[in-house]
């Protein structure tokens, strides 16, 4: 996979999810990291940031030694892993949760190499919101894609993309599958993909922009 779509898929991946899986590290050797599921957004640069409750065992972490993994592998969506120094953010959200920002140490996509970080920070952000802008929008035109594909389809859900082509969940009278539309030739830049899915995915017919 080449370096620009591996990073926008991980971008996107960072940028769509919700909730991670928080690792924590003791400042002794002798003490055992720590797992913790956190809610997760996306800040700058595609930093997580993440909210820790302030008794817990990650957090006790965190502000003895600055340092945690991010996890994170939204639905439809690519696994990625963020290895950094954790920086608190001032004060507390509504919740009364501390704040962390992770900086970017390591980002890997999957079980892969790790994404190269200058091409992370500034891939293409749009990647997560234009599958969501699929799924609200054009839900009827990928289940006509479909059909004219001679599957029986009806009603569709876009779930990932990657260089081979775009992932669907269809709805049939015979059950749920997950399709693959394949595109002629493996791209390596979104504006290589096919027009007509190029034209969905980029068009802003729910937003008006």
């Known amino acids: 996979m080449s370096v620009p779509f591996a ?21 002794h050797a002798t003490g055992r990291p720590c797992l913790t599921s956190v809610a997760v957004e996306c800040g700058t640069g ?4 993440v909210r820790v409750e302030p008794g817990s065992l990650a957090a006790a972490h965190l502000l003895v030694l600055p340092l945690a993994s991010v996890r994170v592998c939204p639905p ?3 696994a990625v892993t963020v290895h950094g120094a954790a920086r608190r953010l001032p004060g507390h959200d509504p919740h ?3 704040v962390f920002e992770v900086k ?3 980002v890997r996509l999957g079980d892969g190499a790790p994404v190269d970080l200058d091409a992370y920070r500034s891939a293409l952000t749009y990647t997560g919101d234009a ?3 699929l799924r609200a929008e054009h839900a009827e035109d990928l289940a006509a894609c479909l059909r004219a594909r001679g599957h029986d389809a009806l009603w569709a859900e876009a779930t990932s993309l990657d260089r081979t082509g ?3 969940l269809a709805v049939g009278m015979d059950g749920v599958q997950s399709v693959l539309l394949p595109f002629p030739t493996p791209v390596d830049r979104l504006e290589e993909l096919p027009q007509g899915l190029r034209c969905l995915l980029m068009c802003r017919c729910n937003t008006g922009r």
């Not at 971008?11 to 590290?25: D, K």
């Open 7 to 27: 990073a926008e898929r991980a971008r996107a991946a960072v940028a769509r999810a919700r909730v991670a899986a928080l690792t924590t590290y003791p400042r």
């Open 46 to 49: 595609g930093r997580p940031i």
């Open 76 to 78: 439809g969506g690519d």
């Open 96 to 98: 009364g949760r501390l």
């Open 104 to 106: 970017l140490g390591a």
């Open 131 to 133: 599958l969501d802008h």
């Open 166 to 168: 775009l992932t669907v």
